[in-house]
C-alpha cells in the first residue's frame, strides 16, 4: 500500500512566523504535490516536483515556497505566514500521471 | 484553460438508490480522468483512473464513464449506503508547462445516503 505521511495534522501558528510542513511517500514516485483546500474554493495546486531538486509552480504559488532534497521528501515553506494562509494543505504524490495517492492534510490555523 | 464542473454540489439520496455523479471538463486532450472520495477533515482516497483511450472503469459497486469528445464523465454508485456519504471529487490530468503534468480537480458533489 502507498503511504503518504505529513508531519502535522493540526498547526497554530502566528503571524509573520516561518511555518515549515513536510510531506513524505514511500512508493519511490517521482511526482509530489501540495494543495491548499478551502471551502468555495475548492482543491489548488500550489507546486509540484517532478524529480529531486526541480519544482514548478502551480496555480497559487505566492507566498510560498518548496524543497525536494530527497525523492521522497517534499517540504512546503511558509516564509512569513499571514491569516490567508489559515487552510487545509494536502500532499500527493504519484508515479508520471498515474493515480495520485494523498496524504491526511495538515489544517494550518494563523492567527 | 481546463475547468472541471461538477453538478449538483450536494445530493441525498435514500439508502438503496443508485447515485448518480456528473463531470464536465472544457478541454478534451487530457491523458486520464481522475474520481476521488473524500471524508470530513481528511485527504483524498483513490476510487478509479480512467484513460483517455477507455470509455469506463469499474471497482466493485462503482463505475466509472468517460466521453472525452462531450468533455463528460460520469460515476455510478450502486445500491448506496450510509457509508457512501463523503465529498466526491472528478480531476482532469492535462499536460502542462514543458515538464509535467498537472490534475484540475471539479469543486466536488458532497452526497448524504440517508438510512
Known amino acids: 500500500d502507498v503511504k503518504v505521511t505529513q508531519s502535522s495534522r493540526y498547526l497554530v501558528k502566528r503571524t509573520g512566523e516561518k511555518v515549515f510542513l513536510e510531506c513524505v511517500q514511500d512508493m519511490d514516485h517521482e511526482n509530489m504535490f501540495w494543495y491548499r483546500q478551502d471551502p468555495g474554493l475548492g482543491l489548488r495546486l500550489i507546486y509540484f516536483s517532478y524529480d529531486v531538486k526541480m519544482k514548478e509552480k502551480g496555480d497559487i504559488p505566492e507566498g510560498y515556497s518548496v524543497s525536494r532534497e530527497k525523492k521522497e521528501r517534499f517540504s512546503l515553506i511558509l516564509e512569513s505566514a499571514s491569516t490567508n494562509q489559515t487552510s487545509m494543505y494536502l500532499c500527493?504524490?504519484?508515479?508520471?500521471?498515474?493515480?495520485?495517492?494523498f496524504g491526511p492534510g495538515t489544517r494550518l490555523l494563523v492567527l | 484553460k481546463q475547468e472541471v464542473t461538477q453538478i449538483p454540489a450536494a445530493l441525498s439520496v435514500p439508502e438503496g438508490e443508485n447515485l448518480v455523479l456528473n463531470c464536465s471538463f472544457t478541454?478534451?486532450?487530457?491523458?486520464?480522468l481522475q474520481w476521488f472520495r473524500q471524508d470530513p477533515g481528511k485527504g483524498l482516497t483513490s476510487l478509479l483512473l480512467?484513460?483517455?483511450?477507455?470509455r469506463e472503469q469499474t471497482s466493485g459497486r462503482l463505475n466509472a464513464s468517460l466521453d472525452k469528445s462531450s468533455g463528460r464523465s460520469t460515476l455510478y454508485i450502486a445500491a448506496s449506503q450510509p457509508g457512501d456519504s463523503a465529498t466526491y471529487l472528478c480531476?482532469?490530468?492535462?499536460?502542462?508547462?514543458?515538464?509535467?503534468?498537472?490534475?484540475?480537480f471539479g469543486g466536488g458533489t458532497r452526497v448524504l445516503v440517508k438510512p
Open positions: 478541454d478534451s486532450a487530457i491523458y486520464n
Open positions: 500527493a504524490s504519484s508515479w508520471l500521471q498515474e493515480t495520485q495517492y
Open positions: 480512467i484513460q483517455s483511450s477507455q
Open positions: 480531476a482532469v490530468f492535462d499536460m502542462w508547462g514543458a515538464a509535467g503534468n498537472k490534475l484540475t
